[in-house]
């Protein structure tokens, strides 16, 4: 029997649809589920006829498949990837690759790259974006590892891969857990993103007053638009057309506002910090959806506090045109934050990281492709180490143009008690960032004071510091009277 091209282990949707995007690449798959009735189901219901072989056990699975062995697992992150690893590993022949496309934190991708290539074996960690349909017709693929194991995938990722007008959306990220770490900056983007676009729908429900049909018209808009263009705004247009059948009312507004969440935007806040970089519009996404599950709290608070019993006086579609820029001023600060900790996470861990090339591959297939991806991947093309993308000229110019709107949002959304905290956060982002002296003089001052930690002073050179006795120069303030 001839040997398949490609084996995937795990049958969920994510799975099943690889599997099933490979074969329809050209390539022959062979597949393996834990429990083989799955296996069955999807052979009866989705692979007949398609050049996709079943296995019972995972030895015959092994066995089925062509060397150098390409493996993708896609199953839990976590101790199920290490127990499918450790039974693997007796199986294999050296130079056979294991894929673990799901999404695994980077560190555990660390580990588990050193460990398989130190046995011959090569491992690459492979973010994948797009969901059911971009697994099945074309997702982002952001594989990290050695080139070496890339390079042997490369014939089959980049057919899989969402082609763009620049090529396919995948791309060898860097070594080790690069691609792992990539994917999880895209989740937190991602939730940057969501969040800005469910506080312009608060905005423009609650204060514009715009019913499901005006919501869906206006996202549609702005969906046709160069700065707006996006999957997230395409599908949230489309939310907006749907009825529910039992109560007739649009079916988003039947649906609990209480918004779960699987850990990788929280991972990318946890990440920020531990590097010391700024990332507030993405925290506050995360910050949002935990404020969000206090659904029960929520419920009896609102009937004991009460908030500004102020309406809205203006034009609501001069407002949906100041909402517009608020939400496209906002998402430049969320990307930018993204940006820059992939940047800072290239230093770091010594990934080498291209960032226009990973705006690139985010262009198609993933959730968060726009099309201000293209104007992101040129400014790093202009300037490759481009520290943060407010800089970039068109960047920097919108955001001088829109700022007045952006402001004004913000305001109204204050004096009528609309809480807006990833907006907040972005705008709080770019004026922190535009100015060249910010008030934690005072906090330094502070921290000398109570803990000697010393502090540097603006008319010496930096790295040189300084403490001061802050009680005994009180005593001494008051002894010779002095209120200065």
């Not at 998402?331 to 900790?341: E, N, T, V």
């Not at 481009?386 to 920097?396: H, R, S, T």
Request: glycine share 8%; proline share 4%; with cysteine.
């Amino acid at each position: 029997m001839a040997q398949q091209n490609f084996g995937v282990i795990g049958l969920a949707v994510m799975g099943e649809n690889l599997a099933l995007n490979v074969e329809s690449r050209g390539f022959s798959v062979s597949v393996f589920n834990r429990t083989y009735a799955k296996t069955e189901e999807f052979m009866a219901k989705r692979a007949q006829g398609k050049n996709i072989i079943a296995t019972q056990t995972l030895q015959e699975f092994v066995e089925s498949l062509e060397r150098p062995r390409r493996i993708l697992v896609m199953v839990q992150a976590g101790k199920p990837v290490d127990a499918v690893i450790q039974q693997l590993k007796p199986m294999l022949d050296p130079e056979d690759m294991i894929i673990d496309g799901g999404n695994s934190l980077y560190e555990d991708t660390e580990r588990r790259t050193k460990e398989l290539e130190a046995t011959g074996l090569g491992f690459v960690g492979m973010g994948i974006s797009g969901g059911e349909e971009g697994a099945l017709n074309g997702a982002s693929l952001m594989p990290g590892g050695t080139q070496t194991a890339y390079g042997k995938l490369e014939p089959i990722l980049t057919k899989i891969a969402a082609q763009v007008d620049d090529g396919p959306c995948v791309t060898f990220i860097g070594p080790g857990g690069a691609g792992h770490y990539v994917k999880m900056v895209h989740n937190g983007i991602e939730y940057g993103d969501m969040q800005l676009i469910a506080e312009a729908y608060d905005l423009l429900k609650n204060v514009a007053g715009l019913n499901g049909e005006q919501l869906h018209e206006v996202f549609a808009e702005w969906n046709t638009t160069d700065e707006l263009n996006s999957f997230l705004i395409e599908i949230t247009a489309n939310i907006f057309k749907f009825t529910d059948p039992d109560t007739k009312q649009p079916l988003v507004e039947v649906i609990m506002d209480s918004a779960g969440q699987k850990g990788t935007g929280r991972w990318t806040v946890v990440s920020a910090l531990d590097m010391g970089v700024s990332i507030p519009t993405i925290t506050a996404a995360v910050n949002a959806r935990i404020m969000s599950s206090y659904k029960d709290e929520r419920i009896k608070a609102s009937s004991v506090l009460s908030g500004p019993s102020a309406k809205y006086e203006g034009d609501p579609k001069e407002l949906v045109g100041k909402i517009r820029d608020a939400l496209y001023c906002s998402k430049i600060c969320s990307y930018a934050q993204g940006m820059a900790l992939l940047s800072a996470a290239s230093k770091s861990f010594n990934y080498e990281l291209a960032l226009s090339e990973i705006a690139r591959i985010w262009k198609g297939g993933c959730i968060i492709r726009a099309g201000f991806l293209d104007k992101i991947k040129k400014a790093f093309n202009d300037d490759a180490k481009l520290p943060n993308l407010l800089l970039a000229p068109e960047f920097k110019q919108t955001i001088l143009d829109r700022q007045v709107a952006w402001r004004e949002v913000l305001a109204t959304a204050s004096t009528l008690g609309i809480a807006v905290p990833a907006f907040s956060a972005s705008l709080d982002y770019f004026d922190s960032y535009r100015r060249d002296r910010l008030p934690q003089n005072l906090t330094q001052a502070q921290r000398d004071y109570f803990g000697a930690h010393t502090y540097e002073r603006t008319d010496k050179p930096r790295g040189e510091f300084f403490h001061t006795e802050w009680t005994q120069a009180s005593k001494d303030s008051i002894q010779t009277g002095s209120t200065d």
